[in-house]
């Protein structure tokens, strides 16, 4: 069966799942397949939870019921058809990606352009070879505006995700060693990154950045942009108070968000930016700003008893915990504590660049420091006010012994260390 005619049974679906646990009435339910499990299996609960159809790729799970559709591969048909329905909308849509920021970029995008249009954003994380096909495949004939989020770990993934989501609009949030396993270097990431710029040239398409950004600049050279920020030749953007929560100021008027970390101006900035170049009005990008809480352990400003909390606990990577901790050094404040996690996906530059960030809080004492797992368990240290924990069980044991009190805390770590657990200690 060819992607058209999937299309149309598509069309009269209320929409695509992957999941029998999240089936709904007259979905379309895509068999994919993983290292544990293959979706084909669970085809027929699919359709007893009332699945329009199923997309199976395993001949010996097709029935000819009229529901079960037989194809060479279901992840492949999966793209092809939100390709093709992508096409077949036909609306303008801004994929966005870079080593941080990208989901916060996203969410404040969508804040600001929901203010005006009727949007379809990315949920979530769902960045990925699947996520990017759900995500426009639950655009419809209503919607205005795409805002597609796409991460990567390797080469030619940025590559292949615009070919899929076929942007009119690209922003990248900024180059950093983040998922070096797979990009090899700094380098590869930008290699990597850049290859959304790439497609948007080829198709003569348009670019956001960030002219604050040098390297952002330079690989940009030769295509269409819009650029923003202190230095932004076509929206100028200034930062009024970072030691909190971001204010910002455009044409004179002052956005106050609910952002912490002079490193979110970037991203503050983008949506700013983008909301003006869509012909959003004033008061409307301020408030959608304004109205953006964040959430998920993203750059959270949480107050528990005497303590406040700045929760960045979603993920962490070199150039990320970098900017957290410079920024958290700036905090007035007289007691400080900083709990680290260790920085997964670094490949062969993990022990160097754990040990950089013990070395650069070996240089200044400004709070105390409690690092966790198994990586920063074995950078050398010779300071007191540093302490090494290779597990959350012996770091828990030390928070039970003696709980901070009147202290502004930072805490900070991949996501497979979960150091949002630290909240039911404090």
């Known amino acids: 069966m060819n ?4 299309h ?13 646990r999240n089936i709904y009435q007259n979905c379309l339910f895509f068999s994919l397949k993983g290292d544990n499990f293959n979706g084909n299996m669970f085809a027929e609960e699919a359709i007893d939870k009332g699945a329009l159809a199923v997309i199976i790729d395993e001949e010996e799970f097709h029935k000819n019921d009229g ?8 992840l492949v048909c999966l793209q092809q058809l939100a390709r093709f329905h992508r096409e077949f909308l036909d609306l303008p849509i801004i994929s966005l990606t870079g080593s941080n920021g990208k989901t916060t970029s996203k969410e404040l995008i969508n804040a600001v352009l929901s203010q005006k249009f009727k949007t379809v954003a990315t949920r979530g994380n769902l960045n990925n070879h699947i996520g990017v096909p759900l995500t426009l495949l639950k655009m419809d004939k209503h919607t205005e505006m795409g805002i597609v989020e796409m991460g990567a770990n390797h080469l030619g993934e940025i590559k292949m995700l615009s070919e899929i989501a076929e942007p009119n609009y690209g922003y990248i949030t900024n180059f950093g060693k983040a998922h070096l396993e797979g990009f090899g270097s700094l380098e590869g990431v930008v290699q990597g990154k850049t290859e959304l710029y790439q497609f948007l040239k080829k198709h003569d398409r348009k670019i ?4 604050d950004d040098p ?13 923003f920020g202190s230095t932004g030749e076509d929206f100028d953007i200034q930062l009024v108070d970072g030691t909190d929560l971001l204010a910002i100021k455009f044409k004179s008027t002052v956005i106050q968000s609910n952002l912490v970390g002079a490193y979110n101006f970037a991203n503050l900035s983008a949506a700013i930016a983008i909301g003006a170049y869509f012909k959003v009005s004033l008061e409307k990008i301020k408030a959608g700003i304004e109205s953006y809480v964040p959430s998920n352990n993203r750059s959270q400003l949480i107050k528990k008893d005497t303590n406040t909390i700045l929760m960045d606990a979603y993920n962490a990577n070199p150039t990320s915990m970098m900017a957290a901790l410079e920024n958290f050094k700036k905090v007035k404040c007289d007691n400080k504590i900083m709990f680290l996690g260790d920085m997964f996906e670094l490949g062969q ?8 960030i013990v070395d650069f809080l070996s240089e ?3 709070g105390k420091v409690f690092l966790v797992g198994s990586h920063f368990f074995k950078a ?3 300071t007191s006010y540093i302490k090494q924990f290779e597990d959350f069980d012996e770091l828990k044991t030390n928070i039970k012994n003696k709980p901070p009190t009147n202290t502004r805390i930072l805490i900070k770590g991949s996501r497979g260390m979960a150091l949002e657990r630290i909240l039911d200690l404090l």
């Open 364 to 366: 200044d004492e400004f």
């Open 215 to 227: 390297i952002q600049m330079d690989n940009s050279e030769g295509i269409d942009r819009i650029t």
């Open 349 to 356: 530059e993990s022990e160097a660049e754990h040990q950089n």
């Open 3 to 6: 992607i058209e005619v999937i």
């Open 67 to 74: 529901k079960t559709i037989l194809v060479e591969n279901v």
């Open 8 to 20: 149309q049974l598509f069309l009269k679906s209320s929409g695509g799942s992957t999941d029998t």
């Open 208 to 211: 956001f950045v960030n002219a």
């Open 380 to 382: 050398k240290n010779k």
